[in-house]
C-alpha cells in the first residue's frame, strides 16, 4: 500500500474549502417550479430585447445604405452634387443635425426592461450553496441506485419524462464539487466522464488540462499512484510546461522508488491480515449499505413461508358505523413489525386541497436535536414540511377522523398532520419517529407521552426511488398514490419497538408527497391497554 506520508504532502496542494452549504431550493418540487416560471419570464423579456435591439441595427442598416448611395454619388462629382441648392441645404442638414440623431441611436440602450427584470427576479434566485445542494443530491442518488456516471451523464434513468443530458463542462462541474468535499471517489468518476465526452469531441470550453490535473489528484488520493502518473503524463504531452504537474511527476517517481523498496521486504504475514481485514468488509454490511439496498429494491428479508402468511381483506374499523357498509380494503405490507397498507384510504381531490393548503407554508423539515431536544435542519432529512391543523378545513378533519375510526387510536392527543414533499434527491435517512429513553424528551413540552404510532398517506406516485424502507428487517414499502400505511412504534408496555426503524429512499425521478400522523401515548389507554409484555 502508498505510504501514509501521501497525506502529508503539500506538492499537490489545491486548497479544500471545506464548507457546510444549507442548501434550501432543490429540497422540494414545490419551489422549484417558481424558478421555471421566472426563467419563462426572462426568456421572454430577453426575446423583447432582441427584438428591440435588431429594430434599431435595421434602423442604422438602412441610414448606412442611404448615406452609401449619397456620398458615393458626390464624392464621384462634389463640385456638380453642391452645385444643386437642395443638395447644399441636406448637407449642412445632415452634418448638423442627422448624424447627430444617429449618434443618440447608436448609443440608445435597448436593454432597460431585461435588466431590470433581471434585477428583480435575482433576487430569487438560487445561490451557490443550491448549486452545490443540487450537485450533492445528484451524487448521493448515484451512490443509492448504483447508477454509472455515464447512464447519468447521458440521462438514461428509469422513468424519466424529459431526457436531459450532462455536458463535458457539467461533469467537470460535479467533480469540482465532490473535490471540494474531499470526495475523490466522485471527484474521478465525474473528471473521466468529462475527458471521455471531450475524447469523443464534444465541444466544449472545458479544458483537458484542467481536468487531467484534479483527476490526477483525486487518483493518486486514493492511492493509485501509477494511474496517476500515467495521467499526469497525458497532462504534461497537452502542457509540457506545466508546473504542478511537473512537480507532481518527479514527487511520483520518488514514491514509486521508495514502494519498491518496502515491497521487497513485506512478509507474507502481512498479506495475510489485508486479506482477512478485506473479508471482514465484505461481511459486514452497515445500515447505511442496508439502506441503500433496499432502496434499490434488493436485499428484501422475507420468506415464502412467512409471505403466505400475510393477507388482504376488507376492513370496518373494528365495526365502527362509519365503514360496516362501506369497509376499506387493507393489506398486510409485513409480519413483524406489522404493517399494514390502506388502499383508496384518501381521494385525489383531497390529496390536491390537502397540497394546495401545505404549498404557501413548505418549509426545510426540522428533526430534533438528540443532545439539545431543540428542532433543527439536518443533512439527512431533505424535503420540506407544512403542518395542517383540522380546524383550518373540513377536509383536514376529514381525515383525522378517518385515521382515528381505522387505528381505533384517538388523535385529539396526536400531533397535527404533516404533510412532505421530496425533490430529486430529497431522503429521510435511517430514523425512530419514536422518542429514545436516553433522549431528552422531546415530547414533554406536548404532554401527550411518546409517539405510539405512524400514519402515513402517499399523496403521490414516485417515478422512480423513494420507498419507505426498514433497514432492521429488510422491509420496503413502494409510495402508491392514494394509500396509507400503518405501524406502532412502541410496544403495549411502552417500550419502543425498534425493529420500526425506517428511512425515506432518496428521490431519483418525479417528486413525492406524503403526509402523516403521529400518534400519541395518551388518549389510548382503553383503546389499547398497555401491558407488561413486549412480545403482544
Ligand atoms: C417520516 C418518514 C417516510 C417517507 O416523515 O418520519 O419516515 O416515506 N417518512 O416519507
Ligand atoms: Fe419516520
Known sequence: ??????????????????????????????????????????????????????????????????????????????????????????????????????????????????????????????????????????????????????????GNLPGVKHKSFLTAEDCFELGKIAYTEADYYHTELWMEQALKQLDEGEVSSADKVYILDYLSYAVYQQGDLSKAMMLT????????????????????????????????????????????????KKDYLPERRKYEMLCR??????????????????????????????????????????????????SDEEIETVKELAKPRLSRATVHDPETGKLTTAHYRVSKSAWLSGYESPVVSRINTRIQDLTGLDVSTAEELQVANYGVGGQYEPHFDFARKDEPDAFKELGTGNRIATWLFYMSDVSAGGATVFPEVGASVWPKKGT?????????????????????????????????????????????????????
Open 233 to 280: 503524463k497525458r497532462l504534461l504531452e497537452l502542457d509540457p510546461e506545466h508546473q504542478r504537474a511537473n512537480g507532481n511527476m518527479k514527487y511520483f517517481e520518488y514514491i514509486m522508488a521508495k514502494e519498491k523498496e518496502a515491497n521487497k521486504s513485506s512478509t507474507d504475514a502481512e498479506d495475510q491480515t489485508e486479506k482477512e481485514t478485506e473479508f471482514k
Open 484 to 536: 396509507a400505511v400503518f405501524w406502532y412504534n412502541l410496544f403495549p408496555s411502552g417500550e419502543g419497538d425498534y425493529s420500526t426503524r425506517h428511512a425515506a429512499c432518496p428521490v431519483l425521478v418525479g417528486n413525492k408527497w406524503v403526509s402523516n400522523k403521529w400518534l400519541h401515548e395518551r388518549g389510548q389507554e382503553f383503546r389499547r391497554p398497555c401491558t407488561l409484555s413486549e412480545l403482544e
Open 297 to 346: 429494491g434488493e436485499g428484501l428479508k422475507m420468506t415464502p413461508r412467512r409471505q403466505k402468511r400475510l393477507f388482504c381483506r376488507y376492513y370496518d374499523g373494528n365495526r365502527n358505523p362509519r365503514y360496516i357498509l362501506g369497509p376499506v380494503k387493507q393489506e398486510d405490507e409485513w409480519d413483524k413489525p406489522r404493517i399494514v397498507r390502506f388502499l383508496d384510504i384518501i
Open 1 to 154: 500500500m502508498a505510504s501514509n506520508k501521501m497525506w502529508y504532502t503539500v506538492a499537490l496542494g489545491f486548497l479544500l474549502p471545506f464548507s457546510y452549504a444549507h442548501t434550501d431550493f432543490f429540497t422540494s418540487i414545490g419551489h422549484m417550479t417558481d424558478l421555471i416560471n421566472t426563467e419563462k419570464d426572462l426568456v421572454i423579456s430577453l426575446k423583447d430585447y432582441i427584438k428591440a435591439e435588431e429594430s434599431k441595427l435595421e434602423q442604422i442598416k438602412k441610414w448606412a445604405e442611404k448615406l452609401d448611395k449619397l456620398t458615393d454619388t458626390a464624392t464621384k462629382d462634389p463640385e456638380g452634387f453642391l452645385g444643386h441648392p437642395v443638395n447644399a441645404f441636406k448637407l449642412m442638414k445632415r452634418l448638423n443635425t442627422e448624424w447627430g440623431e444617429l449618434e443618440s441611436l447608436v448609443l440608445k440602450d435597448m436593454s432597460d426592461g431585461f435588466i431590470s427584470n433581471m434585477t428583480i427576479q435575482r433576487q430569487f434566485f438560487p445561490n451557490d450553496e443550491d448549486q452545490t445542494g443540487a450537485a450533492k443530491a445528484l451524487l448521493r442518488l448515484q451512490d443509492t441506485y448504483n447508477l454509472d456516471t455515464d447512464t447519468l451523464s447521458r
